[in-house]
């Protein structure tokens, strides 16, 4: 399947920090997306991104379409403890009916 | 509210047995998919149906079976289950070119 590489693997920071986490392929994708996994749970969507360049924010996250659509980036501003989680990035190819996750992220918020 | 329901949560069951994971939405969504995913680490596709009577097999070779008899309806059954089926199983469902919804898991050990 297709590949797709996602830094950091793991983060820990303080409270209050800001975070930044990418998600790179070698493959050109039409959609990008950025979910949130809690212990125990399912992953839950954050955001869409549509448009190569686009850049779009859910309150203190922000994600951006790479202009090249081979990427994509994550930012979350003013880090709290529930923050905590472990972040997956997730591509769609041409074929609208599938997509790709990363390996995740796992963020940890020090109070 | 989650649209997308899967049963059961946790599931403790002995070597050999059958088992069903339920996973069933009320979206509509045509497309569901089942991820495997041991803890914290990254999703695998193993099943997924683009509507009723079609199925495909993932990226991840499986032992598991899936039907789809109902566009809402997506069970996935082993037929005798191994130490090494233990993880946690996520079913998911979509519309063409949107994001999946995730399911909150059924959490396997088996025994």
């Known amino acids: 399947g297709q590949q797709l590489n996602q830094s950091p693997q793991s983060m820990f920071i303080q409270e209050g920090e800001d975070v930044s986490m990418n998600c790179t392929s070698s493959?050109?994708?039409?959609?990008w997306l950025w979910y949130k996994q809690d212990p125990g749970e399912g992953p839950v969507l954050l955001i869409a991104?549509?448009?190569?360049?686009e850049l779009t924010s859910n309150g203190r996250l922000t994600a951006q379409f790479g202009i090249t659509r081979k990427d994509s980036f994550l930012n979350i501003s003013a880090s709290i403890p529930s923050d905590v989680g472990i972040y997956f990035c997730?591509?769609?190819?041409?074929?609208?009916?599938?997509?790709?996750f990363g390996s995740g992220t796992k963020l940890n918020v020090k109070p | 509210e989650a649209d997308i329901y899967q049963t059961p949560r946790y599931l403790v069951i002995g070597t050999g047995k059958k088992i069903t994971l339920e996973c069933s939405q009320t979206?509509?969504?045509?497309?569901m998919y089942w991820y495997q995913q041991d803890p914290g680490m990254e999703l695998h596709l193993i099943h997924y149906?683009?509507?009723?009577?079609?199925?495909e097999k993932g990226d991840l070779s499986s032992e598991s079976t899936v039907s789809r008899i109902r566009t809402e309806h997506f069970p996935l059954t082993l037929e005798s289950a191994r130490p090494s089926h233990t993880s946690q199983y996520l079913c998911?469902?979509?519309?063409?070119?949107?994001?999946?919804?995730f399911g909150s898991g059924t959490r396997l050990t088996v025994v």
């Open positions: 149906s683009y509507g009723v009577n079609s199925t």
């Open positions: 991104l549509y448009k190569a360049g």
């Open positions: 979206m509509g969504h045509d497309k």
């Open positions: 998911a469902s979509s519309e063409r070119g949107y994001g999946y919804t």
């Open positions: 493959s050109i994708f039409n959609t």
């Open positions: 997730a591509g769609q190819l041409v074929d609208f009916n599938k997509f790709y």
